[in-house]
T-cell receptor, first 115, second 115 residues
Framework: EAGVAQSPRYKIIEKRQSVAFWCNPI?????LYWYQQILGQGPKLLIQ????????DSQLPKDRFSAERLKGVDSTLKIQPAKLEDSAVYLC?????????????FGPGTRLLVL | DQQVKQNSPSLSVQEGRISILNCDYT??????FLWYKKYPAEGPTFLIS?????DKNEDGRFTVFLNKSAKHLSLHIVPSQPGDSAVYFC??????????????FGQGTILTVHP
């Protein structure tokens, strides 16, 4: 079974530029998550989708971050414009059900550096 | 508001000995607690979990203990192996409500097992 795929793996941009990350979850997983992991911290949930609907985006900086999951499969996370503090690893995860005990499967992440 | 805390940034143990990783939480409403393991340049992978109605869960060399009165959990690895060297994240989640499925992570503990 293929795991969660993410691209690109690395991205370097200058502040005020825009950037987009792509995630393809495990086949059949209805729930998709985007996390931000800043160096030295644990992952922090940015947004959670159930199929193509948003369940939780309370920690998403909506003035600059946006995310969509068209057709309930792939997802894209965009930052526009980027700030220095956005430098982090962006992790995508998926699970079959959104219950608390359900294991979430993580992709390898996209490492973003904003200069 | 750091609801899940791992106060030890790093831990070093000898191969064959016990590794004990600790985690504290503040929200008594959490229903599940999970441990994830992360190697460099990879996403976190699920290791073991425990429901809030239990005080112990064991899986091979890994055992998680939950002390609800102290809002504390620990992960025991016996015997420790060099391949266990990784960053370990403690996480907590809810079984229902509007935050179901959302994982709240600690900061992580870097475990190094010396041969």
């Amino acid at each position: 079974e293929a795991g969660v795929a993410q691209s690109p793996r690395y991205k370097i941009i200058e502040k005020r530029q825009s950037v987009a990350f792509w995630c393809n979850p495990i086949s059949g997983h209805a729930t998709l998550y985007w996390y931000q992991q800043i160096l030295g911290q644990g992952p922090k949930l940015l947004i959670q989708f159930q199929n193509n609907g948003v369940v939780d985006d309370s920690q998403l900086p909506k003035d600059r971050f946006s995310a969509e999951r068209l057709k309930g499969v792939d997802s894209t996370l965009k930052i526009q414009p980027a700030k220095l503090e956005d430098s982090a690893v962006y992790l995508c995860a998926s699970s079959f059900y959104p219950t608390g005990e359900e294991t979430q499967y993580f992709g390898p992440g996209t490492r973003l550096l904003v200069l | 508001d750091q609801q899940v805390k791992q106060n030890s940034p790093s831990l070093s143990v000898q191969e064959g000995r016990i590794s004990i990783l600790n985690c504290d939480y503040t929200n008594s409403m959490f229903d599940y607690f999970l441990w994830y393991k992360k190697y460099p340049a990879e996403g976190p992978t699920f290791l073991i979990s425990i429901s809030s109605i239990k005080d112990k869960n064991e899986d091979g060399r890994f055992t998680v203990f939950l002390n609800k009165s102290a809002k504390h959990l620990s992960l025991h690895i016996v015997p420790s192996q060099p391949g266990d060297s990784a960053v370990y994240f403690c996480a907590a989640s809810f079984a229902g409500g509007t935050s179901y499925g959302k994982l709240t992570f600690g900061q992580g503990t870097i475990l190094t097992v010396h041969p």
